[in-house]
């Protein structure tokens, strides 16, 4: 999120997860997730880390970008095989940024 | 934060950080903060992981919970001591959320 740094009020999509051991296929599909969000309109970038449990950040200009992006095709299909395949639990959080400070 | 599970709307703190290679102290530092937050009025629990980049997500009743915490006087010296010696940079945005989803 370094090169964005927009300005309070946007939003922010906190997706946390706890993936199976196994998990084929999933890497190859966040690689392509990670592309076409990219070029999402609204889009403003992402922050994630994992071990153990993953946090994947995502920000936004408006709740109707982050709505558009849900339904968007083959993020759905990304989904639903999230569901199917990937993970043990997950939660998606939808959140208005109100404040921000950054240091340095 | 699974044994909370509020309803939205409430708060969000999302903390993202880069930590200098040499941190001496902030593990334990760390350990402290942990205890003390869990007995912080309006606390709600919170989640973390870092690979690089460590992002912290901590969950609150209200808006006046994180004020408090902020001012508590032992997370004001961490406050110091992370921008002295720990934390090559960060961010700390408060957000409200609006929504959430879970699986399963």
Redesign the interface.
Same mark, same amino acid.
């Given at each position: 999120?370094e090169k964005h740094q927009p300005t309070?009020p946007y939003y922010?999509v &906190?997706f946390?997860s706890v993936k199976h051991p196994d998990d084929a296929g999933y890497s190859e599909m966040a690689q392509l997730m990670e592309e076409m969000v990219s070029s999402q309109p609204g889009y403003l970038g992402h922050?994630?880390?994992?071990?153990? &449990? *993953?946090?994947t950040?995502s920000y936004w200009e408006s709740?109707e970008a982050i709505a558009a992006w849900r339904q968007q095709s083959q993020h759905r299909i990304a989904q639903s095989m *999230? %569901?199917t395949s990937w +993970?043990e @639990? +997950?939660?998606?959080?939808?959140? @208005?940024?109100? %404040?921000? +400070? @950054?240091?340095?």
């Open positions: 999120m309070p922010a &906190i946390t922050e994630s880390a994992r071990d153990g &449990i *993953g946090i950040v709740l *999230g %569901k +993970y @639990r +997950y939660t998606v959080r939808i959140c @208005r940024v109100e %404040k921000e +400070y @950054r240091f340095p």
